[in-house]
């Protein structure tokens, strides 16, 4: 099957489930402020819905998604704007059980890249590179990725405090905000305080 085939199949889904979707859509009165003032950063995981885990529905939370839910620049960046400009008081870091960021260190990470940047598969327990054929003229890999931060972790606990340390001493994160941390286990679907 050809690379494009499965592209061009996920476009014309997401076109034709967002037609039916705008037909009965009925919040267009929702205001950009959260109601709940309820900031959420958290994994990218397919296998979590936020809204869902914590009972949350449409215009009440802002939800600030990256790989392993961590507190990169930019997620800091979106729960400043998120206080600063909408009003956001009580910030949730949630990371979660059987991360994909704790199955890989930085440094496979760049190696990897280095390589190959087409997708990693994982045998016996180790990220390796797709085997290529003689004939792809794809672009290979680059050695940037050993320059980025990808912030993987190992332990679920740490990870959590060291996010909430860094969000809570941040020079722009006033004082008063509420900053709460969880794991979250994609097992059980249930949320453990982090303390």
């Excluded at 979106?78 to 990371?95: C, P, R």
């Excluded at 890249?113 to 890999?141: F, I, Y």
């Excluded at 340390?165 to 286990?185: A, M, Q, T, W, Y």
Aim: aromatic share 6%.
């Amino acid at each position: 099957m050809p690379k494009n085939t499965k592209k061009t199949k996920n476009l014309a889904s997401i076109v034709e489930a967002n037609t039916h979707y705008s037909k009965s859509f009925s919040q267009s009165e929702l205001q950009p402020q959260p109601t709940r003032h309820i900031s959420i950063l958290t994994c990218m995981d397919s296998r979590m819905d936020p809204y869902k885990f914590a009972g949350l529905l449409d215009g009440e939370a802002h939800i600030i998604r990256n790989a392993g839910g961590r507190a990169t620049e930019d997620a800091i960046r979106s729960l400043i704007i998120s206080h600063k400009f909408l009003g956001t008081l009580d910030w949730f870091v949630i990371h979660h059980t059987n991360c994909g960021m704790t199955l890989v260190t930085e440094d496979e990470i760049g190696k990897l890249l280095e390589d190959d940047l087409e997708t990693a598969v994982l045998k016996n327990g180790v990220w390796v590179n797709p085997e290529r054929d003689s004939t792809d003229n794809t672009k290979l890999g680059s050695a940037l990725g050993k320059s980025i931060n990808w912030h993987t972790f190992t332990d679920l606990k740490e990870s959590v405090l060291k996010d909430m340390k860094i969000i809570r001493n941040h020079e722009l994160v006033p004082s008063h905000i509420n900053i709460f941390g969880f794991i979250f286990d994609v097992k059980t679907g249930k949320l453990t305080p982090v303390n």
